[in-house]
């Protein structure tokens, strides 16, 4: 096992990890894409936005003018993320320095370095390939030396589709600067392949020492136990929204499900806020309350693995935990014979 909880100060208080961003999108209105659950969830008092969005949206001016958490009512930790995919797709030629003065005025407490992201299909021998992660390193550094707020954590993006790449990077922006903690992007595509995402994991878990390691886009309860595991300390995702849309339900014990596929009961099998005041049919109708459903299961989650790791037993309940998931367990054995624990 590679996780130690950690207190990570931010300038809108002290996160316990692991610990867990929902995504809040901004539509070009300025308004945001899910339910205002930290209203509702006490242990969610944290959101991961888009600095490329905001910056684009018709409220950028009022939001720089307020802070992000005036404007949104959001007494909580922001998580600023560059918007390098956006960047990527669309050819925006996004500055840096522009990126990160976003961050600063909004007023995040982290925010990531602009990265060029490199995609599943990129061959890592191509001139593409180099760029990008040429790039990435670059604004990475230039950040960290044009930054103006020191109390924002400045975590440096790692990026690449192969687990050399990645490690150099790691080790090159240690020797380059002091970040205070690095992030990981484009482990979606490497999701099916779990001994690449653990090798990798693993790598840069070691690297990074005692600095914080967010992972990007993986979020549903099961993944953040064996990332977590892992030594993951952050992560984020709009997962549980996008279920929500799928009509995806996270169980309380047993994975993800289909509505279709779930017994016809009057009630479902929990007992959040949501499923006590709402029948089977009014949740399975409503994408908003399915998705702050499945947020209660996230922080549920995060409450357990907090537990089981101060009360040094995480291995015990993670073996229970994945019994009956037969994908998960192979990738958790594998990831306890890489770690060094009992098989
Ligand atoms: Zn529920």
């Known amino acids: 096992m590679l996780q130690t909880q950690k207190c ?3 300038p809108h208080g002290t996160l316990e990890t692991p610990v867990f961003f929902p995504v809040f999108h901004l ?3 300025g308004s945001g894409s899910c339910p205002k659950y930290w209203n509702e969830i006490p242990e969610l008092k944290t959101m991961l936005v888009n600095a490329h969005g905001i910056q684009k949206s018709e409220r950028f001016h009022r939001i720089l003018k307020n802070g992000f958490q005036e404007q949104f009512h959001f007494p909580g930790i922001v998580f600023a ?3 390098g995919l956006q960047n990527r797709l669309n050819n925006l030629k996004l500055d840096p320095v522009e990126i990160l003065r976003v961050q600063e005025g909004i007023g995040a407490d982290i925010a990531a370095t602009l990265d060029m992201p490199v995609l599943a299909n990129d061959n890592i021998s ?3 390939h180099a760029e990008n992660v040429k790039a990435t390193v670059q604004n990475a ?3 960290l030396k044009y930054r103006e707020r020191e109390d924002m954590l400045l975590y440096a993006v790692i990026h690449g ?3 050399k790449v990645m490690t150099n990077m790691i080790d090159y922006l240690k020797r380059k600067g002091n970040f205070d903690g690095y992030a990981v992007g484009g482990l979606i595509f490497k999701r099916s392949n779990y001994r690449q995402l653990i090798d990798l994991i693993i790598n840069l878990r070691k690297r990074a020492g005692e600095k914080p390691l967010h992972v990007f886009g993986l979020g549903g309860p099961l993944v953040i136990s064996l990332l977590t595991y892992l030594g993951v300390d ?3 995702s709009s997962s549980f929204l996008s279920a929500g849309s799928q009509r995806v339900y996270f ?3 047993h994975g993800s499900r289909q509505f279709r596929e779930m017994p016809q009961t009057p009630y479902l099998p929990c007992i959040c806020p949501v499923c006590s005041k709402n029948t089977f049919e009014q949740i399975r109708s409503q994408r908003r309350l399915i998705g702050m459903h499945n947020l209660w299961m996230i922080a549920h989650e995060l409450r357990k693995l907090k537990v089981h790791i101060l009360d040094q037993d995480l291995e015990d309940y993670l073996d229970n935990r994945f019994a009956n998931r037969p994908q998960i367990k192979i990738a958790y054995k594998y990831a306890k014979a890489k770690t060094g624990g009992f098989v």
Do not use: M, V
């Open 81 to 83: 993320d560059s918007g």
């Open 141 to 143: 550094i230039t950040a």
């Open 251 to 253: 169980t309380p014990d």
């Open 8 to 10: 990570i100060e931010t």
């Open 27 to 29: 539509n070009t209105r």
């Open 234 to 236: 952050s992560f984020d």
């Open 126 to 128: 191509a001139t593409t």
């Open 161 to 163: 589709n192969d687990l």
